[in-house]
């Protein structure tokens, strides 16, 4: 069980921008410090765009930065946002499918309580409990 | 976000094989319940006779049936025992890794808690509650 690499990247990416306090960031620097693929990398930012949760502008010298304050982006809803397939068990939101159990069955309500719970402890967090206090260059060297 | 589908057989083939109350069951009766392969589920059967979840037999009349009581059997432990990546993130179990945050990030301890808030409350269900006092016959018209 894991988060897809979209949503991982897409908080780890967040987390790297806030820290740059409204300072431009771009794709090529982003995806060298995490080492990851500069073309996956623009899927996560275009989507993160289309949330507000990036403001991107074009050009030569553009690039993207937070789209709102970190303490207003929260872990939860940004995870419901990225992640495409909540969906614990195959039986999940597909109850008339082809297992022989459909909805007789307790499993996939206790897998819904246990995603619930999941859900319900990262909504605890925003952007900004992720990176405290830490400034970029004490990750980075920069 | 999803177990995998060697976890998902996993319970339900335990839910099934509960359900019959000690008479055995074949690789191919429960391969043709679920439609899934039997090759699939032969690795199901051997992992879970491993654990002692299954009492395997073999030969001609051979078969498997539960190998502990369905009361006996929690579905956090069968969980954590089947399910071979609980890493939510890339970075869970590898902090000396390749992510620029490293241990400085909080991330993935807000993703340790979370997951322990799933496990927590599937460590609260046995299989016996996943059926509750149901028949195999209500089930697959048997």
Chains 1, 2 share one sequence.
Not at 8 to 15: E, I, K, N, Q
Not at 29 to 57: A, F, P, Q, R
Request: proline content about 0%.
């Amino acid at each position: 069980m894991r988060l897809t690499s979209f949503t991982d990247y897409s908080v780890r990416v967040l987390m790297y921008v806030a820290m740059k306090n409204g300072e431009l960031a771009s794709i090529r620097e982003v995806s060298g410090i995490y080492e990851i693929s500069s073309n996956h990398l623009m899927k996560v930012v275009h989507l993160l765009g289309k949330g507000d949760y990036l403001e991107t502008i074009r050009g030569k010298n553009g690039g993207f930065r937070l789209g709102k304050e970190a303490k207003d982006i929260n872990i939860g809803e940004l995870v419901r946002y990225t992640e495409d397939d909540l969906n614990i068990v195959e039986c999940f939101g597909n109850k008339d499918g082809r297992c022989a159990l459909k909805e007789e069955c307790n499993f996939s309500n206790v897998m819904e309580e246990a995603l619930a719970a999941f859900l319900s402890t990262i909504d605890k967090y925003t952007l900004e409990d992720l990176i405290g206090d830490k400034k970029l260059v004490t990750f980075f060297n920069q």
